[in-house]
């Protein structure tokens, strides 16, 4: 069991950057595929980026390669988002997620996670 907790969300400027962080509350993070989703208003979840559990590599949604990195600390039980040259189209509230089993070919997938936290507004003004 763990419980997750976003923060960092707010608004800026398109160009500008945020830093979300998520701090996991529970025990064996550091055994945990750690993920942050986002979703606009009107459109499906969508994959930002991952961390897998095992190899501690990470993988980015198409749409923002280049742009954020996701990094962990698992010595503070958090995960950080850090978001450049953001785009109005980057506005949504985005989502931390965690599991603890799901398989790498499902790791884009917002139904292979069991634990989210309550989401953080990004908004980003052109």
């Known amino acids: 069991q763990v419980t997750l907790v976003e923060t960092g969300g707010g608004m800026v400027q398109a160009g500008g950057s945020l830093r979300l962080s998520c701090a996991a509350s529970g025990s064996s993070f550091s055994r945990y595929t750690m993920a942050w989703f986002r979703q606009a208003p009107g459109k499906e979840r969508e994959f930002v980026a991952a961390?897998?559990?095992?190899?501690?590599?990470?993988y980015y949604g198409d749409s923002v390669k280049g742009r954020f990195t996701m990094s962990r600390d698992n010595a503070k039980n958090s995960v950080y988002l850090q978001m450049n040259s953001l785009k109005p189209e980057d506005t949504a509230v985005y989502y931390c997620?965690?599991?603890?089993?799901?398989?790498?070919?499902?790791?884009?997938?917002?139904?292979?996670?069991?634990?989210w936290g309550q989401g953080t507004q990004v908004t980003v003004s052109s």
């Open positions: 997620a965690a599991d603890l089993s799901l398989i790498l070919s499902s790791i884009a997938q917002h139904t292979a996670y069991d634990y």
């Open positions: 961390i897998f559990r095992s190899t501690y590599r990470t």
